[in-house]
C-alpha cells in the first residue's frame, strides 16, 4: 500500500496501490493531501459521510476525491479516516477529519486523464493526474 508522485508537464500525477479498492481510495486521499501540502490541525475531529453511484470504479474514486477538494476549498476540512465501502458502481463513506492546518498549493479539479484502475497479483494500482 502506498504512492508516489509521477513527474507531469503541466500538473501533479501520482501512482497509487494498494490491497483492495477501499484501501486504494484511501491511498488516492493520503497522495492527494500530500502533493497540495495539506495537512490537518489538531482541533475538533469532524465527521462526514458520502455516497456516490458510477458506471466503474474510476468513476467513484474521481468523485470521492472530488468531494475531499470540495470540503477543502468549501469547509477549510480535510480528512485523514475513512471507512469505505466501494464496489464498481457504488461508494459509501465514512470520514472522520479536521480543519486544515496547512495546504502549500491548490488542486482545482481530479481528471479522468488515463485513469484506469488496474487489478494486479498485489491488488490495485491506478494513476491519477490533478489539474493544478
Known sequence: MGFEEISHTADW??????????????EAARAMNSLSG?????????????KAEGPDA???????LSELLYYQEQENLVFDTFELDVNSKTLKVEMEGAEIATSEKAIKAVTYHNLKIEQTDQGFETTIVFDV
Open 13 to 26: 500525477s501520482a501512482r497509487v496501490w494498494a490491497e483492495d479498492l477501499p484501501l486504494l481510495f484511501t
Open 38 to 50: 495539506t495537512t490537518i490541525g489538531s482541533g475538533t475531529r469532524l465527521k462526514r459521510t458520502f
Open 58 to 64: 474510476e468513476s467513484l474514486l474521481v468523485a470521492f
